[in-house]
């Protein structure tokens, strides 16, 4: 799939990922600062992904983790620095969303500080609901 707005190309041809665009960009976020190339290498491998390129330049990146059939987390969401507020978030969005291979499903995230965002795709706050168990050492 390819989909274009203005003179950026999105894509989830996983072929076309840059993954030290993809680590350098996501490193520069609080969620990711810390995960390895190896580890944001894995997380690709075993996700739906998405990239934005400007002149074959990777400058935004998403994936979603699924299994097909009932959900998708929707992670990663990031746009280089250099070419924020262009509408780039929201079209990894609305593409991940509407994606063919996450039809039927239904969609959970995380954010800290975006929810004005995902709303916009349907996506609401569900307080209390959530748990999480932390990775063994």
């Known amino acids: 799939m390819e989909r274009y707005l203005k003179e950026y190309l999105l894509s989830d041809d996983k072929n076309k990922i840059?993954?030290?665009?993809?680590?350098?960009m996501l490193n520069a976020t609080y969620w990711a600062k810390d995960r390895s190339r190896e580890i944001i290498a894995k997380a690709i491998e075993n996700s739906i992904c998405f990239g934005i390129y400007l002149d074959e330049k990777?400058?935004?990146?998403?994936?979603?983790?699924?299994?097909?059939a009932t959900f998708y987390w929707l992670a990663d969401v990031v746009?280089?620095?250099?070419?924020?507020?262009?509408g780039l978030g929201k079209?990894?969005?609305d593409i991940a969303v509407k994606h063919e291979l996450l039809q039927g499903c239904f969609?959970?995230?995380?954010?800290?500080d975006a929810h004005g965002l995902y709303e916009q795709y349907g996506?609401?706050?569900v307080p209390d609901r959530m748990m999480r168990?932390?990775?063994d050492e």
Do not use: N, S, W
């Open 123 to 125: 996506f609401t706050l």
């Open 18 to 24: 840059q993954l030290d665009r993809v680590c350098q």
């Open 91 to 93: 079209m990894l969005v």
């Open 133 to 135: 168990r932390p990775k």
């Open 107 to 112: 969609g959970i995230l995380g954010t800290k």
């Open 79 to 86: 746009v280089d620095d250099e070419h924020r507020g262009k």
């Open 58 to 68: 990777q400058v935004g990146f998403a994936r979603c983790v699924t299994d097909y």
